[in-house]
C-alpha cells in the first residue's frame, strides 16, 4: 500500500497518528510540520522497532557472501552467475533485488551466506509501518491530513 492523499481512509489514519499518538511516538499537534514529518519518516524515531527487508544491492552482496563457501560449494557456473550479477548491477543493467531467490537456492540452507541473506533486515518509518515500504510523507500529505 502507498500513502494516497486522495484516499479518505489514508487522511484519517494518517492524522489519528499523529492527533493521538497511540504508540507514543512524541508527536505533538501544535509542533512545526518539519517536527512531526521528521518523526513520521525517521526510522530512528519509530518506537515500534519494526524492520523490512532492504533492497538487495551489490554492496550488500559483498557484506553477505561469504568467500570460503563461495569458492568451495558453488559450481564454476554458479559463481561465474554471482560475477554477473555484480557485474550487471554496477552497469545498472539489473537489481540484485530481483535473483534474491536464485541466491538463496544456490548457496545451502545452514550456510553461512544463506544465514546472512535471510537475516538482513533495516528498520523503517512509522510512514512505512502504516502505508509500506519506502513511502514518505510530504507536507502536503500531512496538511492535507491535519486539515480534513
Known amino acids: 500500500m502507498a500513502f494516497d492523499r486522495r484516499n479518505s481512509a489514508h487522511l484519517l489514519l494518517l492524522k489519528n497518528e499523529v492527533m493521538l499518538d497511540a504508540q507514543n511516538v512524541g508527536y ?5 510540520d ?10 530512528a ?8 527487508v532492504p533492497l538487495l544491492t551489490v554492496s550488500i ?9 563461495m569458492n568451495t560449494i ?6 561465474n ?5 555484480m557485474d550487471a548491477s554496477i552497469a545498472r543493467i539489473v537489481r540484485p533485488e530481483d ?7 544456490i548457496f545451502p540452507g545452514g550456510g553461512a551466506t544463506r544465514a546472512a ?20 510523507i510530504l507536507d502536503a500529505d500531512w496538511h492535507t491530513a491535519r486539515d480534513s
Open 28 to 32: 505533538d499537534p501544535n509542533a512545526s
Open 34 to 43: 518539519t517536527e512531526i514529518l521528521s518523526l513520521l519518516n525517521t526510522p
Open 45 to 52: 524515531s519509530n518506537p515500534g522497532g519494526e524492520t523490512d
Open 61 to 69: 552482496l559483498l557484506t553477505v557472501i561469504n568467500v570460503e563457501e
Open 74 to 79: 558453488l559450481t564454476d557456473s554458479d559463481r
Open 81 to 85: 552467475w554471482i560475477g554477473w550479477l
Open 99 to 105: 535473483y534474491k531467490s536464485k541466491l538463496t537456492t
Open 117 to 136: 541473506l535471510n537475516a538482513l533486515s533495516e528498520p523503517i518509518s512509522r510512514a512505512e509501518v502504516l502505508f509500506g515500504k519506502d513511502v514518505i
